[in-house]
């Protein structure tokens, strides 16, 4: 896995953000708030999954006893955050398909 900068990372949050805009309507300035703490968590959890990707699931601590990794945490913490929010802003994890029948042949 290539270790991304925190300026890919941010572009990749910035990305994540105008999907959510592009596939629900929401009104943008009610939802400010939300959006740029979902982008400070984004690149958060991604920093944290970088610190995993990095260093395992398990470290040692300073007696040389394997501990949990405390990006794991982290990490954990972000996307339950991240899921709140999206369920503040009444956002399911896929956008909604049209309504009715699939198109016939």
Not at 11 to 18: D, F, H, S, T, V
Not at 50 to 65: E, H, P, S, T
Request: include cysteine; charged fraction near 35%; proline fraction near 4%.
């Amino acid at each position: 896995m290539a270790v991304k900068t925190d300026l890919a990372i941010e572009r990749e949050a910035n990305r994540q953000i105008k999907q959510i805009l592009d596939n629900w309507v929401i009104d943008e300035a009610e939802v400010e708030v939300f959006l740029n703490r979902y982008k400070e968590l984004f690149i958060r959890m991604r920093q944290a999954q970088r610190d995993i990707a990095k260093n395992g699931l398990k470290v040692k601590d300073r007696f040389g006893q394997e501990k949990i990794n405390p990006s794991v945490t982290i990490e954990r913490d972000c996307i339950n955050a991240i899921m709140r929010i999206l369920k503040q802003l009444n956002l399911d994890l896929e956008p909604l398909k049209s309504v009715g029948r699939p198109p016939g042949r």
